[in-house]
């Protein structure tokens, strides 16, 4: 029996609709316009397209977008004092500082130097920690967008077995943190797990967040297990081209997962609204207006 596809593409295009009609309905109420400014640093292809994505979601749903554009050589100085004058600028409410930062720049200290208040990205440390707190918190968009697709197909996720294989600041560590929230017993695996196989095979939720393409196989999926692929890896599709595979082999997945998201079109799309989410909510959190639910 073939799996449930996830339909990320479609979720997203609903949650930025749904943010749409809420960032009118606080302009309204209120005369509040969330504002977002991205600071991109260097001329990286892939970011441009990233940040012109991002500016394009924030423009259909009536949240004010900005960029600032800075030289690959611009330095370490040069970029925090534009992030520390976006964090005074009160029409300023979500700073997103593009990633990567050119190698001379230190992306632990910008990421420092925003008002944790407008880290709609949810990296500053002060955001990580109250998230393990479980305090009120930005939290990181892939995995904020990883939970929607969860509790949309099941809404209570207690005493599920998950399993996030890959522990990065941005993706791993704070999904695990969201699936201990949500009352499931979580397993963080890595590259390096022993018997990575096997941890697959017990896990009810499957986040793959590891990085490298097709690593984990069909056969290492429990029966019916609900699985979100992270990953976004390119490879060789031959004669010159190139196509776009998760970290799981989706074609052998699919004929044992209850429910699996696909590559490109399941997870990617929720990212960037779950962006827009952030901005809303960091805007009515400044202006201390309610947040409305996403």
Same mark, same amino acid.
């Given at each position: ?51 012109? &994505? ?12 900005? $960029? ?10 040069? #970029? ?11 029409? #300023? ?5 593009? =990633? ?17 208040? !407008? ?7 002060? &955001? ?16 904020? @967008? ?12 207690? @005493? *599920? ?10 993706? @791993?560590?704070?999904?695990?943190? =969201? ?16 018997? =990575? ?12 967040? #590891? ?10 999926? !429990? ?9 976004? &890896? ?6 010159? !081209? ?12 699919? $004929? ?29 959190? *400044? ?8």
């Amino acid at each position: 029996m073939s799996a449930d596809i996830i339909d990320g593409k479609a979720f997203a295009e609903a949650l930025r609709a749904r943010v749409g009609a809420q960032v009118a309905a606080l302009k309204a109420a209120h005369g509040l316009t969330p504002g977002l400014t991205v600071v991109l640093v260097g001329d990286n292809p892939a970011s441009q397209v990233y940040v012109r &994505n991002k500016g394009r979601a924030a423009d259909a749903a009536g949240i004010a977008s900005d $960029e600032v554009r800075l030289p690959a050589g611009a330095s370490e100085a040069e #970029v925090l004092a534009v992030v520390r004058r976006l964090s005074a600028d009160p029409a #300023v409410h979500g700073i997103l500082v593009q =990633l990567p930062l050119p190698g001379h720049v230190d992306e632990a200290k910008v990421i420092d130097a925003i008002d944790p208040a !407008k880290d709609v990205d949810g990296f500053h440390v002060a &955001n990580t920690g109250r998230l393990w707190l479980g305090l009120e918190a930005m939290v990181p968009c892939t995995p904020l @967008g990883c939970l929607m697709l969860l509790k949309a197909r099941a809404p209570d996720l207690k @005493g *599920q077995r998950a399993l996030v294989v890959g522990r990065s600041n941005i993706v @791993g560590k704070p999904m695990a943190n =969201l699936l201990l929230r949500e009352h499931c017993t979580v397993t963080i695996a890595h590259s390096r797990t022993r018997d =990575l196989a096997e941890e697959c095979r017990r896990a009810d939720i499957l986040i793959a967040a #590891v990085g490298r393409p097709r690593m984990i196989q069909g056969d290492w999926i !429990k029966p019916g297990a609900t699985v979100l692929d992270v990953g976004i &890896n390119r490879v060789d599709a031959g004669e010159g !081209k190139t196509r776009l595979v998760g970290d799981v082999d989706y074609e052998g997945a699919l $004929e044992v997962a209850g429910a699996i998201t696909p590559v490109p079109g399941g997870v990617g799309p929720m990212t960037i609204a779950c962006l827009m989410a952030n901005t809303l909510a960091a805007a009515c959190r *400044q202006a201390g207006v309610p947040v409305p639910s996403a």
